[in-house]
């Protein structure tokens, strides 16, 4: 039987990411195989994920895979156990609706929900609170609560009684004292990623070990469904040569993305813009990441020239965020500017509040080697940084949400590179179609 759980919260901040990486460290620890996944378009959670549990995280979207691709994510990814990390609110999804939110994900998947609650300066009225997240949509399996920021002994029997009081049914698995030494490092985009730094995540395991009934979470991960029956992958022998940038400048990556690549006959070659020579490849990817925070090794660096003279050959590039900054003529930061490769007449610049923040969908208003004219793009944008494009510039988006480059419209376009703000998944393009773009190149 497969056990899974998602770990989800009343909100933002409320813990729920403390609680999640714990649970994967002290069952990793136990020697179960642990599957991680995180709801919704999140590259930094999910480098912390695969970091505990030696296992890549997945992401499990609705608006930008559909509910047909997420169940066949899933499907195909079991452990021993697998841990879901919501997003936001429980029910906080696209706009005002259902969709996309943790709540959408775990009625898709059939998983119960061990809800995190912030009782901080509250009593009975915790009641209320998880009252509303139980009523609010009665096919949501919220099996379990685990009370955080709970002051005292005498704190969590007030808590308590309130939702016996209430007529909650649901069972408290958890309460977790303050911590601030648990506290994790954050930055603009979220938390740091999971290879900027020596993280302890025993410390972690220890905590929830010691506050939350692990064998009750256990049988609650029990109640989750079955899923369908995976169809098998085929993996082909590889016949061309992509290579990903790969460092701490370039992190943003879906595995999905990665694992598409070389289902469809490419030999993935991943490399650091900033520190190695551009390998023999056919095609390059750049997603998006850190660049701002490199900015003169990326610029001292001679493999800039090498990925313009690949470009200008015709060689297929796909980039996003930060690899459109990075292909671009220049990137500003801290009033301080730093030439980039020049694929692009654009130049970028960091700015001190986020441009973009959100859901995207874009029409194809131009053929790539991604998609074709007239279809339907979806993904999502988060930036701090403003790229103005040179007056020739052609764009392969018009966007129907979001923001984009300049003027409602995202996707640079120059040679055979194609560079957005918008961040994708193998969902929502071809990858199929960028691989056979290679391969044509390969033959030159």
Not at 40 to 54: E, L, V
Not at 405 to 426: E, R, V
């Amino acid at each position: 039987m497969t056990k899974a759980v998602m770990i989800a919260g009343t909100h933002s901040g409320v813990g729920k990411t403390t609680v999640a990486l714990g649970l994967m460290a002290l069952f990793t620890r136990r020697g179960m195989v642990v599957q991680p996944y995180k709801v919704g378009p999140d590259f930094i959670d999910p480098s912390h994920h695969t970091a505990i549990c030696n296992r890549p995280s997945r992401n499990l979207d609705t608006y930008i895979m559909g509910t047909g691709e997420v169940r066949s994510t899933y499907a195909r990814t079991q452990g021993d156990i697998s841990i879901i990390e919501g997003v936001m609110g429980l029910y906080d999804g696209l706009d005002s609706s259902d969709t996309a939110s943790s709540a959408h994900v775990a009625k898709t998947l059939g998983v119960p929900v061990v809800l995190v609650v912030n009782v901080h300066g509250m009593s009975r009225s915790a009641a209320a609170v998880v009252k509303g997240y139980q009523t609010l949509d009665p096919d949501i399996n919220i099996a379990g609560l685990i009370l955080n920021r709970v002051g005292s002994p005498r704190h969590r029997k007030l808590v308590e009684d309130g939702l016996k009081g209430a007529g909650i049914d649901i069972p408290v698995i958890g309460t977790l004292p303050p911590n601030k030494e648990l506290t994790l490092p954050s930055r603009h985009l979220g938390l740091h990623m999971a290879h900027e730094q020596a993280w302890d995540y025993g410390k972690l395991a220890d905590f929830v070990e010691d506050n939350v009934d692990v064998d009750a979470l256990l049988d609650i991960s029990s109640m989750a469904q079955n899923p369908d029956s995976p169809g098998e992958i085929v993996t082909p022998q590889a016949d061309v040569r992509i290579g990903v940038a790969m460092d701490s400048a370039f992190c943003f990556y879906y595995q999905d993305m990665l694992d598409k690549l070389q289902q469809c006959g490419a030999d993935v070659v991943n490399f650091s813009p900033m520190s190695d020579h551009m390998p023999d490849i056919n095609g390059l990817i750049l997603g998006g990441g850190y660049p701002e925070l490199f900015p003169a090794l990326l610029s001292a660096s001679n493999t800039r020239h090498d990925i313009k003279a690949a470009a200008q050959d015709g060689m297929p590039v796909y980039a996003e965020c930060g690899g459109l900054m990075y292909l671009g003529t220049s990137l500003e930061v801290n009033g301080k500017r730093y030439e980039m490769a020049g694929v692009f007449d654009s130049e970028s610049r960091m700015v001190q509040r986020f441009q973009a923040l959100g859901y995207t969908e874009a029409e194809v208003i131009a053929d790539n080697h991604l998609s074709g004219m007239g279809q339907t793009v979806r993904g999502h944008e988060f930036h701090y940084s403003i790229t103005e494009p040179g007056r020739d510039a052609r764009f392969a988006y018009k966007m129907r949400r979001g923001k984009g480059i300049f003027d409602g419209h995202d996707g640079l376009m120059a040679y055979n590179t194609l560079a957005s703000y918008m961040h994708t998944h193998p969902v929502a393009v071809s990858m199929e179609r960028f691989v056979n773009s290679c391969r044509e190149y390969s033959r030159k």
